[in-house]
Structure formats: C-alpha cells, structure tokens
C-alpha cells in the first residue's frame, strides 16, 4: 500500500503538514495512535495464532510421514511366508507370472515369457537359490534412518503442552544439517 500526495511535497514539508494536523486535530491524533496500538496488538495475536497454526501442522504432517514410513518399513521386513506378486503386462499377457518377495530377496517365483522372436519360455526362482536385491536393502537402511529421525523430532516436543515452534525450528534444522 502506498500514500500518494498531490500536488507532490518535499519531506520536510510534509513533516510539518502533518505537526500541523496534529496540533489542529488533537483527538484525531490520539485516535490515530490509538488505532495503530490495537493494530500492532491484533497484527501480533494473528502472527502468533498463525504460527501456532503451522507448528501444529507441521508436526502432524511429521508424524503422520512416520506411520507412513512405518508401514513402508513393515512391507520390506524379512517375515514369511512374503508377499507373493502377479507379473503381467497390459492386454496382450506377454508376461505371465508370480514372485513372492521375503525382505529384501526373492525366494521363488514362475515367469512365462511370450516374446515374438523365440519360442515362449519358462524363468523359475528356486527358494533353494534366492536372488537377493540390493536396493530394498539400501531403501530398508534409509527408511531406518528416517524412521528415526523422524522419532527425534516428535520427541522433542512435549505431549500435554502446545507445540513450541523454536524447537521444532532447532530439530529441523539439526536434521538438515
């Protein structure tokens, strides 16, 4: 918001229309800095309910990013018998199968491929001989690590209290660090 003056005044001049006005108009004055006083005191109530506001969501948001992680966390852990999934491609099933994954290996499986260059073939995983997968072991360690840290934020605040915003600032900013 801007406060234009026409004809436009020099600064000093301005300062003196507005003693002027002031002198002139004493009740306008004190309801004018009246006004501004109940203004800085409402303005100062909304930034704090505000942040309030956001702090509260934050957290939520983090914890509920920490169920979420959690579940994902819970898929990848080594339980058997596993999780068995379908294989198969859109319409023309050129890919036909299931695989059951145990943790971070697959233990057995049966593919049937239909390819138009050779004749169809059959891919079998013996549970005797699992094929182990790297990246669910180094998505398993992240999801570890967020899990946590995850825990180390939540825990700074307290439960019965209102959130504090500068520690929630002071855990966020440990952890991007």
């Known amino acids: 918001m801007s406060l234009a003056i026409w004809p436009p005044i020099s600064p000093e001049e301005l300062k003196v229309k507005v003693a002027e006005t002031l002198v002139r108009f004493p009740l306008l004055a004190a309801f004018l800095f009246q006004s501004i006083r109940l203004f800085s005191t409402m303005l100062i109530r909304l930034q704090n309910n505000e942040l309030a ?10 914890r509920d990013l920490k169920h979420g992680l959690e579940d994902c966390y819970a898929l990848l852990a080594p339980v058997d018998p596993g999780s068995t999934l379908v294989m198969s491609t859109p319409r023309n099933e050129k890919v036909k199968g299931t695989i059951t994954r145990v943790g971070t290996r697959l233990v057995k499986g049966t593919l ?33 690590e ?10 700074q605040q307290p439960p019965h209290r209102p959130p504090d915003a500068a520690t929630l600032a002071s855990s966020l900013t440990l952890l991007a660090e």
């Not at 260059?117 to 398993?140: K, N, V």
């Open 112 to 144: 049937n491929l239909q390819l138009r260059t050779t004749s169809t073939t059959s891919l079998t995983i013996a549970p005797s001989q699992p094929i182990y997968i790297p990246a669910l072991d180094s998505l398993y360690t992240h999801l570890t």
């Open 53 to 62: 506001w956001i702090t509260t969501e934050s957290l939520e948001v983090c």
């Open 146 to 155: 967020a899990v946590n840290l995850l825990d180390v934020v939540l825990s």
